[in-house]
């Protein structure tokens, strides 16, 4: 079992940054992709950005490109999401998620998942 726990979500501004965490425990793998997926009200879950736990290749859904950047410090078991200039639309709440190798975008992919945090930006 892999237990993912995030956290960094909160209510912000149009334009502010914010940093989201997953921090990783359990049966962690060196193989693993983890993934950011989000959900907001009355919406389906969308991919947002992975990332290999080996070789720190990334996948960046469009919506994320140049605004989100996805890391990880594999000694701390800890995957982030830095996200710039926030907007409305990215209100949402956001998962981590992970899987084993390849990279994947769907929902379906993924074993195991965090129980999300809020992140809400207003105008």
């Known amino acids: 079992q892999v237990q993912l726990v995030e956290s960094g979500g909160g209510l912000v501004q149009a334009g502010d940054s914010l940093r989201l965490s997953c921090a990783a425990s359990g049966r962690t793998f060196s193989s693993a992709v983890m993934g950011w997926f989000r959900q907001a009200p009355g919406k389906e879950r969308e991919f947002v950005v992975a990332?290999?736990?080996?070789?720190?290749?990334?996948y960046y859904a469009d919506s994320a490109k140049g605004r989100f950047t996805i890391s990880r410090d594999n000694a701390k078991n800890t995957v982030f999401l830095q996200m710039n200039s926030l907007k409305p639309e990215d209100t949402a709440v956001y998962y981590c998620?992970?899987?084993?190798?390849?990279?994947?975008?769907?929902?379906?992919?993924?074993?195991?998942w965090g129980q999300g945090t809020q992140v809400t930006v207003s105008s």
């Open positions: 990332i290999s736990w080996s070789s720190g290749s990334t």
């Open positions: 998620a992970a899987k084993p190798r390849p990279i994947g975008t769907q929902v379906h992919e993924y074993r195991y």
